[in-house]
């Protein structure tokens, strides 16, 4: 199976309470990619500058994600800053400084064409349509969005919706595309638009997937410490969509699994700054967080 996430690539500088950490690699791309990498070897779609270090491309290669698609154009990587609350739920965004991203046209090539799984990362609805008029016929399309294209290309992301298998979005974007305050029947909402899945992030309180007739909910895996939550989401999404992609079917059992995946590989992330410990990780690591996710949740019959 293929998968071909078309998103950022970025340098990150980020303060927390553990410390701070100035151009790290970042992206919603890089996340991606990086948790996906775990189960296949995805093809990245994404533009970045010619500061774009050796040693960082060399890192994605090392994870034998596709690099054909990744461009170098003429001028600075795009850069976010921001800085964490005390409670590392709130951040304020420091600086954003788009740079070639600012210009990205996300092109296909002819074998990414015919992908059967696609992941259009955070960027404007309409260079995700423009994604979704290459593509030949993917088995599973996902895409990601934010509050920002609600408030300023609502039309093209409502577009967007309508043509999507899947949809990762948090709660209170749920909230905004829909105007319902119930996250279930937000969600409901969503899926009468399109969508035969829709993936309810909500940070350190786990992910509601909804999927044909099944709801599922999935903890955040309780760490000691979190060390900077930047790319968690977009590290879920990679770890859920690079396990369905390997899978024999896609049906509620495998969606369950899948969210439990992205939520582990997630948890991960936040233990370290940029993508220290997603690009660090061994199978074995992830199988035995799986493993004890399964024993932090499993509870017996009852009687009553």
Same mark, same amino acid.
Request: proline letters at 4%.
């Given at each position: 199976?293929?998968?071909?996430?078309?998103?950022?690539?970025?340098?990150?500088?980020?303060?927390?309470?553990?410390?701070?950490?100035?151009?790290?690699?970042?992206?919603?791309?890089?996340?991606?990619?990086?948790?996906?990498?775990?189960?296949?070897?995805?093809?990245?779609?994404?533009?970045?500058?010619?500061?774009?270090?050796?040693?960082? &491309?060399?890192? /994605? !290669?090392?994870?034998?994600?596709?690099? =054909? +698609? *990744?461009?170098?154009?003429?001028? $600075?990587?795009?850069?976010?800053?921001?800085?964490?609350?005390?409670?590392?739920?709130?951040?304020?965004?420091?600086?954003?400084?788009?740079?070639?991203?600012?210009?990205?046209?996300?092109?296909?090539?002819?074998?990414?064409?015919?992908?059967?799984?696609?992941?259009?990362?955070?960027?404007?609805?309409?260079?995700?349509?423009?994604?979704?008029?290459?593509?030949?016929?993917?088995?599973?399309?996902?895409?990601?969005?934010?509050?920002?294209?609600?408030?300023?290309? &609502?039309?093209? /992301? !409502?577009?967007?919706?309508?043509?999507? =298998? +899947? *949809?990762?979005?948090?709660?209170? $974007?749920?909230?905004?595309?829909?105007?319902?305050?119930?996250?279930?029947?937000?969600?409901?909402?969503?899926?009468?638009?399109?969508?035969?899945?829709?993936?309810?992030?909500?940070?350190?309180?786990?992910?509601?997937?909804?999927?044909?007739?099944?709801?599922?909910?999935?903890?955040?895996?309780?760490?000691?410490?979190?060390?900077?939550?930047?790319?968690?989401?977009?590290?879920?999404?990679?770890?859920?969509?690079?396990?369905?992609?390997?899978?024999?079917?896609?049906?509620?059992?495998?969606?369950?699994?899948?969210?439990?995946?992205?939520?582990?590989?997630?948890?991960?992330?936040?233990?370290?700054?940029?993508?220290?410990?997603?690009?660090?990780?061994?199978?074995?690591?992830?199988?035995?967080?799986?493993?004890?996710?399964?024993?932090?949740?499993?509870?017996?019959?009852?009687?009553?």
């Amino acid at each position: 199976m293929s998968l071909v996430i078309v998103g950022s690539v970025a340098y990150d500088s980020v303060e927390t309470q553990c410390g701070k950490r100035d151009n790290a690699l970042g992206g919603s791309a890089t996340f991606f990619s990086l948790a996906a990498s775990h189960f296949l070897s995805p093809e990245l779609v994404a533009v970045v500058g010619e500061d774009f270090a050796a040693e960082d &491309r060399a890192i /994605l !290669e090392h994870h034998g994600i596709g690099l =054909d +698609g *990744l461009k170098v154009e003429a001028g $600075e990587t795009f850069r976010w800053g921001g800085k964490y609350h005390e409670d590392m739920i709130g951040r304020d965004t420091l600086f954003t400084a788009l740079n070639v991203f600012e210009h990205f046209k996300p092109e296909l090539s002819a074998s990414q064409r015919e992908t059967d799984f696609l992941f259009l990362g955070n960027i404007q609805p309409e260079l995700q349509l423009s994604v979704l008029d290459q593509v030949e016929r993917p088995k599973f399309v996902a895409a990601d969005t934010m509050n920002l294209w609600l408030d300023i290309a &609502r039309p093209a /992301l !409502e577009d967007v919706v309508s043509k999507v =298998d +899947g *949809l990762f979005l948090n709660d209170e $974007e749920a909230r905004q595309l829909t105007g319902e305050r119930s996250v279930v029947k937000a969600a409901a909402a969503i899926r009468a638009r399109g969508p035969r899945m829709v993936v309810v992030k909500r940070g350190e309180h786990g992910a509601l997937t909804f999927f044909d007739d099944d709801m599922f909910f999935t903890p955040a895996f309780p760490l000691e410490a979190v060390v900077d939550p930047t790319g968690a989401g977009d590290t879920f999404a990679g770890g859920f969509m690079g396990y369905l992609a390997v899978q024999p079917a896609i049906d509620s059992d495998t969606v369950r699994r899948a969210a439990v995946v992205g939520s582990i590989l997630a948890s991960f992330c936040v233990e370290g700054f940029s993508v220290d410990h997603v690009a660090s990780l061994e199978r074995a690591r992830i199988v035995s967080r799986y493993e004890e996710f399964k024993a932090l949740t499993h509870v017996g019959p009852v009687s009553f």
